[in-house]
């Protein structure tokens, strides 16, 4: 596909008449217009694959501009919930009934079977690479820890982590039932294999016993290895799911006093609002940032069947999943959107484009008018949470990796996929075209050994 815009392949650019959302720039220069939806002019000076300069647009203009035509432009992206383990594994093993035991199961039956080291490797490299294509810059996995699959998949990923260093940060999260805690040696073990690969510690929380002593246990392995923490939280539509507080006031009873990123938080949102308000309050308390993953809640969320015979019937969804993102981020907690899946039995589509969360998130929960600073939630809210300072915003001296879109507002960006845009990465254009699923077919069809 032909470039909307020749990006001529020069150390020094001067990218001038670029609408930039606001909230994305750290460091707004002084006289910066900022016109309605938080959106700013500015000009971008590049050098040497660096961001030198934001101007007010207009600035110190000379011919040899380029003229963005008040064409978007954001940072790359951070997507810090995926799970590129399972991704694109839909073709060999689909799920059978599109609800959240049948993606457990069927995934479970997956891993047993074909999660060998070259399948791991193969599919984990062809999600980076459409990820990097989209224009992502850092990425957060979680990785099935589930033994003995932890020997597999953790040395694979340190592969490809240093593989890809200088094309994505990518960050890795052991995932873990919380009942496979209980099992306090191999609790120990999965946390010292955190510290062996740098990784973080994680667990899935829904409705489970003994939750309190289970937590307890868990926060007391990441004191003591000073590992930071990632939870999967109530991913289902129950009220009684309430694992959300229980996180809370763990991580204040045992003084954990770092940033803790959960990701769903489904049953907050149907929760009574006194239950509600003390949620906020709780996660207030425990420097809690939440991510949600709307396009995944849709999938899984509110699929129901009714009895038809033989057969079961679907049913229309009447709940679709969504966590309370409004009410979290106006109590002060930062929110972020992720992809989560993709091209698995949790999701069977999804492409690691961050351009497709934000405009579908946009339209799932609301995020508009005015989108106002929610363009952070895919952006410098989970860099932040993955502790990159230089990722997700536009700064003098930050790196000039940006995303140049045709579209001048949001009214023109989030209706088209933006399949046209234009990725820089160290102020340099970069094949935008992801790769195809061909090439992911002798690897899925490849029976094990
Ligand atoms: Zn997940």
């Known amino acids: 596909m032909p470039a909307f815009l020749d990006i001529p392949n020069s150390d020094s650019l001067v990218l001038r008449n670029a609408s930039v959302p606001a909230c994305l720039i750290e460091g707004l220069p002084a006289g910066t217009n900022v016109h309605d939806d938080g959106i700013a002019n500015i000009d971008i000076v590049i050098a040497d694959g660096f961001i030198d300069a934001l101007h007010p647009t207009g600035q110190n203009a000379t011919p040899a501009d380029i003229d963005l035509s008040q064409s978007m432009v954001w940072p790359c992206f951070a997507d810090v919930h995926t799970h590129i383990d399972k991704g694109h594994i839909w073709p060999r093993k689909q799920n059978p009934d599109g609800t959240r035991p049948g993606a457990l199961s069927s995934t479970a039956a997956d891993r047993a079977e ?21 224009g992502t810059a850092a990425l957060r ?6 033994a003995p699959q932890h020997k597999i998949s953790w040395p694979v990923f340190a592969g490809l982590r240093d593989a890809w260093k200088d094309r994505i940060t990518l960050q890795g999260v052991c995932l873990e039932p919380i009942w496979g805690y209980a099992d306090r040696a191999f609790g120990t073990e999965i946390a010292d294999l955190m510290v062996e690969y740098g990784g973080i510690l994680g667990a899935v929380l829904n409705i489970q016993d003994d939750t309190d002593n289970l937590l307890d246990f868990v926060i007391g392995l990441a004191l003591d290895r000073e590992l930071e923490l990632d939870f999967h939280v109530d991913e289902m539509g129950d009220p009684d799911a309430k694992s959300f507080d229980n996180i809370c006031e763990a991580l204040i009873r045992n003084g954990y006093n770092r940033p803790v990123n959960v990701g769903h938080c489904c049953s907050l949102a149907i929760r009574p609002q006194d239950e509600m308000n003390r949620a906020l309050d709780l996660a207030a308390e425990a420097n809690l940032r939440v991510t949600s993953l709307p396009m995944c809640n849709l999938f899984l969320q509110g699929r129901q069947f009714e009895a038809n015979g033989h057969d079961r019937r679907s049913q229309t969804p009447r709940w679709r999943g969504v966590t309370i993102l409004h009410e979290l981020k106006a109590r002060g907690i930062p929110v972020a959107i992720a992809s989560d899946n993709t091209r698995d039995p949790f999701y069977a589509y999804g492409d690691l484009d961050a351009v497709e969360v934000f405009s579908q998130a946009v339209r799932i929960a609301q995020l508009d ?9 895919i952006t410098r809210t989970p860099a932040e949470t993955m502790g990159l300072s230089d990722v997700g915003r536009l700064k003098a001296g930050g790196p000039a990796d940006i995303v140049i879109f045709r579209a001048r507002s949001y009214s023109e960006l989030i209706p088209r996929p933006q399949s046209d845009r234009i ?6 254009a970069i094949d935008t075209t992801p790769p195809d699923y061909r090439e992911l077919d002798d690897i899925l069809a490849r029976q094990p050994a």
């Open 114 to 134: 074909n999660w060998t080291t070259e399948d791991l490797r193969a599919r984990m490299e062809f999600s980076l690479r459409c990820a990097y294509a989209h």
């Open 141 to 146: 996995t979680h990785l099935d820890s589930t």
């Open 369 to 377: 008018y005015p989108v106002g600073d929610w363009p952070m939630a």
């Open 423 to 428: 990725v820089l990465r160290g102020g340099k």
